[in-house]
Every structure is written in C-alpha cells, then in structure tokens.
C-alpha cells in the first residue's frame, strides 16, 4: 500500500507530533478494519495510536466515558457500559458486524469513519454523546451531532480522537436495525430515547434515524410532537406517521427510498415501544 514507515506511538503527544511532522502523509491507525479498506495513495507512515494509552471505560456520575482506542467488544462487555442506561450502548455494539470485527475495531475509528450506513453514529447522536479531540494547540470537545456538521474529516487529518463521553439520562434507550442477516450493515437503523415526567407524560424524546442512506441525524420535529403527550401505542403510531413525512430518504444499491421511508416508520414506532417499556420496567 505504499506504507514506508509503522510507528507506535506512546502517548497523544507523541501521535499528533508524528501526524504533523508527515504533513499530510501519515494516517492514524486503531483497529484497521476501516483504513485497511483504503488508504489514500500519498500515506507513507502509518501511527499505530493504540499503544498511546486512550484504552479504558469508566463511569461518570450516571454517565460514561470511553477512551478512543477501546474497541467495540470490550465495550459490549464491561460492566461500566452495562450498567449505562440498562446496557443500551453494550447491546448496540452487539449489533455492530461480527465478532472478529468488533476485537479489532475501535470507537475512535467509528466515530471518525462515520460511515452513514453505520450504525454506532446513529446512537452517539441519539445519546447526545459528546467528542474531545486535541491537536498540538488545543483540546476541544463537540456533541458528535455537531461534529458531522463540520468538516470532521479535515479536522482529524490534524488531530487525535481521544475520548467519547455520554451523558446521564433519566429515562430508556432502544435500538433497532433492519439488515439482511445478523452481520451485515444496515439497511436502516434508529435510536429512540424516553423519559417521563411525574404525571407519566413525556418529558423528553430522542430519535435518531440512520443509514437512510445519509448518516445518522435526529429528527426534531418528531421528538417535538412526542414531548409532553401520554406514552401509548396510539401515539407511536401516530409518531410513525409523522415520521413518513418527515424524514429524508434515498435510493441506493440496497434499498429504495419508498421501501426506507416505511421501514424507518415501522423501526421508530417499535423503538418508541420499547424505550417507554424500558422507562417503565415492563421491558
Ligand atoms: C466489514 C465491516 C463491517 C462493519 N459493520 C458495521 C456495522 O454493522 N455497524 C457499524 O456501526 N459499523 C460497522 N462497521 C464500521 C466499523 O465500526 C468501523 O469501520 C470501525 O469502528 C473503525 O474502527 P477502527 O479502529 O478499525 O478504525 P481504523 O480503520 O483504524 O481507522 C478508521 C479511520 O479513523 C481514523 N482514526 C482512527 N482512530 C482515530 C482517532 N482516535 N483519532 C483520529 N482519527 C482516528 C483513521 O485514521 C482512519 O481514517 C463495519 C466495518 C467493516 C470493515
């Protein structure tokens, strides 16, 4: 592939001086599986960045920090992830391709490949998880929703990925992907989130579609017209329907619009149920 020089880098320092010192032809590296699948032609360096010490999950108050470098099983399994939000991030990462993949692949990389068909963007956005990177200025931190409005791959030709924090919620998360069997990539994916207030009405909604085939993003107008109503399968339904017109769909080589626009109606109304069963412990 071009590659002339393999470096390990030993702390965040290290990377970014390495990074820079290539300008423009090194390239981070973490799990692989993404940048094994193409590297610009003009890398000649590669930085192994999963020897800089980012590895490791702990709790935050009722939320979560995962370093960039911890991979997508080893959050499915620890114990800090499954007791966030009654283990709605370990259970997505039990979505996410297959076993093998998910040893090597790292939360860094999937954050920062994005891929709109992936289904871990979908989540992030949804949980209002927030990224803290640093180059040799600065350390700065955006929610990821905001991250992928900006020019995110520019920014991390010069910058490191070094944790992703999620936020406390008072309520339920639930997740569902249509794919064509278990390992395969999305066709379509949502993250709805709820809580209650005291009188049992929604005191706020989060849904996040994905893989429609743009990357994930949140659909506000459907969380709007969810907040402050009564959870009932009247109002998924109804919230299903608000979700046909809604949201933006397109055609690609796995799905066609008109065939996303009712999946993503059918997976949202399901999500809803099951976060409203969650927040109310009948799930
Ligand atoms: C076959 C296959 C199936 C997949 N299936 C799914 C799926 O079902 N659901 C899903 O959500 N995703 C899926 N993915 C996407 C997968 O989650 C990501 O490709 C993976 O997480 C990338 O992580 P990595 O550590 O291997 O990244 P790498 O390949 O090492 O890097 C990917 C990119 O991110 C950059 N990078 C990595 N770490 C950092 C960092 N800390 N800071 C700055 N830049 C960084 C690299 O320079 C590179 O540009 C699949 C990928 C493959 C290849």
């Not at 997505?92 to 993949?101: C, W």
């Not at 579609?209 to 107008?221: D, M, S, V």
């Not at 065939?259 to 976060?275: E, F, G, K, M, Y």
Request: charge should be negative; charged fraction near 25%; glycine fraction near 10%.
């Amino acid at each position: 592939m071009g590659i002339k020089r393999f470096h390990y880098a030993r702390d965040v320092e290290e990377a970014l001086s390495l990074l820079a010192a290539y300008e423009g032809r090194g390239a981070l590296l973490a799990g692989g599986v993404d940048l094994a699948r193409g590297l610009a032609p003009e890398v000649e360096g590669l930085i192994d960045v999963t020897t800089a010490g980012l590895a490791g999950i702990s709790a935050d108050g009722g939320g979560l920090r995962v370093g960039a470098t911890t991979t997508l099983e080893a959050i499915r399994r620890s114990q800090e992830a499954q007791g966030y939000l009654g283990g709605f991030l370990a259970k997505v990462m039990g979505h996410v391709a297959t076993l093998p993949l998910r040893n090597m692949a790292t939360l860094g990389g999937a954050v920062v490949s994005a891929h709109p068909w992936a289904d871990i963007p979908t989540a992030l956005v949804a949980l209002g998880a927030e990224a803290v990177w640093q180059n040799e200025e600065l350390t700065e931190k955006a929610s990821v929703e905001e991250l992928y409005r900006r020019p995110f791959r520019a920014i991390f030709r010069r910058a490191l990925l070094t944790e992703v924090r999620f936020p406390a919620w008072d309520g339920a998360f639930a997740f569902e992907k249509v794919a064509r069997n278990a390992g395969d990539i999305a066709l379509i994916n949502c993250a709805c989130g709820l809580g209650l207030d005291g009188e049992g009405k929604i005191a706020w909604a989060r849904v996040a579609i994905g893989a429609t085939p743009h990357r994930a993003k949140r659909l506000t107008a459907v969380e709007d017209f969810l907040t402050d109503e009564a959870p009932s399968e009247e109002l998924w339904a109804e919230a299903a329907h608000k979700m046909k017109t809604e949201v933006e769909v397109g055609d690609d080589m796995r799905a066609s619009a008109e065939w996303r626009r009712s999946a993503a109606a059918a997976i949202v109304r399901r999500a809803l149920d099951r976060a409203a069963k969650g927040v109310t412990g009948d799930a």
